[in-house]
C-alpha cells in the first residue's frame, strides 16, 4: 500500500445492528427508551449523592463517578446509532470516527478501574472496618479516581494513534454499529501485528490488572466471612457487595468475550458490544438502587421534600392580620 493512500479514507459507512427492515422502528424505540433510561438513572443516581450527605462516603463517591462514565459510555455510541437508524445514512466521518474511538476506549477502560476501585473500597470495609475511616480518607478517593483517568486518558490515547498511522481500502464498510477497535484493525489493510501486540500487552494490562484486583478482593472478603459464619454477617456482606458483583459479571463476562476470546467478529460479538456498551450502562442505577437501602432512603427522602414544596406551592400560608388597638 503506498502512503498516500493512507490518507484516501474521508469516511467509513457503519453496517449498524442485523435488524430487519420492517422492523427499524421498533428497534429504534427500544434503543431510544434505554439511552433514556440509562441517562435518567445514572443522572438520578449523581444528585440523590450529591444532595444527601448521608451518601457522602468513598463507596459513594466512586459510585458517582461510575455513573458519569456509564452515561458518557452510552452517549458516545447510541445517539450515533440512533441517528443511522432514523435517516438510514450509514456514514461516518473519519475523523468523527477515530473521535468515537478515542472517548469509547476512555470509557469503558474508565469503568474497568472503577469497578476495580470500588472493590478495593469493599475490601477495606469488610476486612478492616475499624481503620476504614483512616485508610478511605478523602486524598486517597482523589488519587485512585484522578489515576483512574489518566490511565484510562493513556490507554484510549495510545490505541487511537496506533490506528491513525493505518491504512484503509476503498471498500470502507464496517461490520458494527460503532468505531470499535477489533473491527478497524479487521477491516485495515496494513499490517496490524503491532496494534494487536499492544491491545494484548497495554490492553491485557490495564484490563485483567483491575480484574485481579476485584478477585483478591472478594477472595479476601470470602476468606474473612468463612472465618466467622453467620447469617447475620453473610447477609451484611451479600448486600454490600452483590450488586457491585453483579455489575463486575456483566461488564467483564461481555468485555472479555469480545476482545479476548473471539476468534471471528460475526453477531454474537455485535450483540456482546450491544451488552456491555448499551445494556450494562442502563442496568447500573437499578442494580445500585434496588439492592441498597442508603439509595432507597436517599430517595424516598428526596420525593418527600418535592411534595412538601409542591404543596407548599399550592397551599400557600395565609397571613394572619394583627388588629392594633
Same mark, same amino acid.
Given at each position: ?8 479514507? %474521508? ?86 470516527? $477515530? ?18 476501585? $470500588? ?47 493505518? %491504512? ?21 489493510? %496494513? ?38 459464619? %453467620? ?95
Amino acid at each position: 500500500m503506498r502512503p498516500e493512500n493512507q490518507s484516501s479514507v %474521508s469516511q467509513f459507512l457503519l453496517l449498524g445492528l442485523p435488524i430487519p427492515p420492517g422492523q427499524q422502528g421498533l428497534f429504534f424505540t427500544l434503543f431510544l427508551g434505554m439511552y433514556l433510561t440509562t441517562v435518567l438513572g445514572n443522572l438520578l443516581i449523581i444528585l440523590l449523592i450529591r444532595l444527601d450527605s448521608r451518601l457522602h462516603t468513598p463507596m459513594y463517591f466512586f459510585l458517582s463517578y461510575l455513573a458519569f462514565s456509564d452515561i458518557s459510555l452510552s452517549s458516545v455510541i447510541v445517539p450515533k446509532m440512533l441517528t443511522n437508524m432514523q435517516t438510514q445514512v450509514q456514514s461516518i466521518s473519519y475523523v468523527e470516527c $477515530m473521535i468515537q474511538l478515542y472517548f469509547f476506549m476512555l470509557f469503558v477502560s474508565l469503568d474497568s478501574f472503577l469497578l476495580a476501585v $470500588m472493590a478495593y473500597d469493599r475490601y477495606v470495609a469488610i476486612c478492616h472496618p475499624l481503620h476504614y475511616t483512616t485508610i478511605m480518607r478523602e486524598g486517597l478517593c482523589v488519587l485512585l479516581v484522578a489515576s483512574s483517568w489518566i490511565l484510562s486518558c493513556s490507554n484510549a490515547l495510545l490505541h487511537t494513534l496506533l490506528l491513525v498511522r493505518l %491504512s484503509f481500502p476503498a471498500d470502507n464498510t464496517i461490520t458494527h454499529f460503532f468505531c470499535d477497535l477489533a473491527a478497524l484493525l479487521k477491516l485495515s489493510c %496494513s499490517d496490524t501485528s503491532l496494534n494487536e501486540l499492544v491491545i494484548f500487552t497495554a490492553g491485557g494490562i490495564l484490563f485483567f490488572l483491575p480484574f485481579g484486583v476485584i478477585l483478591g478482593s472478594y477472595i479476601r472478603i470470602g476468606t474473612i466471612i468463612l472465618r466467622v459464619p %453467620s447469617t447475620k454477617g453473610l447477609f451484611k456482606a451479600f448486600s454490600t457487595c452483590g450488586s457491585h458483583l453483579s455489575v463486575v459479571s456483566l461488564y467483564y463476562g461481555t468485555a472479555a468475550g469480545v476482545y479476548f476470546f473471539s476468534s471471528s467478529w460475526d453477531s454474537k460479538d455485535i450483540i456482546a458490544s450491544v451488552i456491555y456498551t448499551v445494556v450494562t450502562p442502563m442496568l447500573n442505577p437499578f442494580i445500585y438502587s434496588l439492592r441498597n437501602r442508603d439509595i432507597k432512603q436517599a430517595l424516598e427522602m428526596c420525593v418527600n421534600r418535592v411534595k412538601f414544596f409542591k404543596q407548599q406551592s399550592l397551599n400557600p400560608p395565609v397571613a394572619v392580620r394583627s388588629t392594633g388597638r
